[in-house]
């Protein structure tokens, strides 16, 4: 498929254990944006990653969070020592061109992650 | 700092009658305006977008919206509600220009479509 693809669909863990989330963006797509999707609180931008630049995280939550891209394609967004409230839906974006000119952002079909 | 409102979180039309999503937006620079559509566990798909020229933008499904600067609104419509409508819709902004990407979202608007 030519989609942006999440894996897995649904994570259920238990509070304290660390979870790992994979996004795999379009071929050819150099800009790619984590959004987590809570009850209460909409769509909340995490963090962007833009070709080799360095990412901008300043949508992370907490210093639980963090996010690797490696060489420029798949991404992992990890979360340390989760906890209840990071239950939520975490969508995963790309787009063609980062940063200067208009550009569609293509969304994945989440991950829905259930803390216990 | 950038921000949506959508005014309704739910919003219930009858098959056929007009459908009108309110989107109110606040941004101190000339903004990018996006609808999108989140239908059951599914990712979210652009319905429309403005970013510059005509102020009326025609989307897909028979969606439309026009942008408002003197309101700083962004309202999406369609004439004759369907069914297939039924689904999450998420108003958001990306200020333009160079080094803006991140999109800032309204809370969402869930239709629902009665027969």
């Known amino acids: 498929g030519a989609g942006v693809s999440q894996s897995p669909s649904n994570k259920v863990t238990e509070k304290g254990k660390d979870v790992e989330l994979r996004c795999d963006p379009i071929?050819?797509?150099?800009?790619l944006y984590w959004y987590r999707q809570s009850l209460g609180q909409g769509l909340e931008f995490l963090i962007y990653?833009?070709?080799?630049?360095?990412?901008?995280k300043s949508g992370l939550p907490s210093d639980r969070f963090s996010a690797e891209r490696t060489g420029g394609s798949v991404s992992t967004l990890t979360i340390q020592r989760t906890q209840q409230e990071d239950s939520a839906v975490y969508l995963c974006a790309s787009s063609s061109v980062g940063g200067t000119t208009y550009n569609e952002q293509f969304f994945g079909p989440g991950t829905r992650l259930t803390v216990l | 700092a950038q921000s949506v409102t959508q005014l309704g979180s739910h919003v219930s039309v009858s098959e056929g009658a007009l459908v009108l999503l309110r989107c109110n937006y606040s941004s101190s620079v000339p903004p990018y305006l996006f609808w999108y559509v989140q239908y059951p566990n599914q990712g979210l798909q652009l319905l429309l977008k403005?970013?510059?020229?005509?102020?009326l933008v025609k989307g897909i499904n028979g969606f439309e919206a026009e942008f408002k600067k003197s309101e700083t609104s962004f309202h999406l419509t369609k004439p004759s509600a369907h069914m297939s409508d039924a689904a999450e819709y998420f108003c958001?902004?990306?200020?333009?220009?160079?080094?803006?990407?991140?999109?800032?979202f309204g809370k969402g608007t869930k239709l629902s479509v009665i027969p």
């Open positions: 958001a902004v990306r200020i333009s220009g160079a080094g803006s990407y991140q999109l800032t």
């Open positions: 990653f833009q070709g080799n630049s360095a990412p901008d």
């Open positions: 071929s050819g797509h150099t800009a």
């Open positions: 403005y970013t510059t020229g005509a102020t």
